[in-house]
């Protein structure tokens, strides 16, 4: 990143916005639950959340986390694999449940460029097939 004046086409410009879909399959969270050892019964007992408000398993909250992971990812990619790292997120919140079979969409969206410090702020949103939000964070992008 530098403190050039940005081109129309650059990648790493305010307002770029990156996006990934997956629909949500039993395996992923079975996956996720063994690579991250969270076994909450959640999200791998089907009579106990059964008789709960849901009434059926939810995804993990950090699985919509790392399919944020995923856009910052496209992102560098995008930018000729320019070296940046996860500087963290902010202002995570899981605000519905995600269930098995949910198709799931991230929208990261550059909101905010620092030159001089080599960060990048953005604001992801997540929406099920239902056009609902599902979750919401800032994600900090440092230049290394």
């Known amino acids: 990143m530098t403190s050039q004046a940005q081109s129309t086409h650059d990648p790493l410009a305010i307002g770029t916005v990156i996006t990934f879909s997956k629909?949500?399959?039993?395996?992923?969270?079975?996956q996720f639950a063994g690579v991250s050892g969270d076994f909450s019964p959640n999200h791998v007992n089907h009579e106990y959340m059964s008789k709960g408000r849901y009434g059926?398993?939810?995804?993990?909250?950090?699985?919509?986390v790392a399919y944020m992971s995923t856009?910052?990812?496209?992102?560098?990619?995008?930018?000729?694999?320019?070296p940046m790292v996860s500087y963290g997120y902010d202002h995570i919140r899981f605000t519905k449940p995600v269930f098995f079979g949910d198709t799931v969409t991230v929208e990261y969206k550059i909101a905010e460029r620092d030159d001089a410090k080599g960060t990048l702020r953005s604001q992801i949103t997540v929406t099920n097939q239902r056009?609902?939000?599902?979750?919401?964070?800032?994600?900090?992008?440092k230049a290394v």
């Open 23 to 30: 629909t949500v399959g039993e395996s992923d969270v079975y």
């Open 56 to 64: 059926q398993r939810i995804a993990h909250g950090a699985l919509m």
């Open 71 to 82: 856009c910052s990812t496209k992102l560098i990619e995008s930018a000729g694999n320019t």
């Open 131 to 141: 056009s609902e939000v599902v979750a919401v964070a800032v994600h900090i992008l």
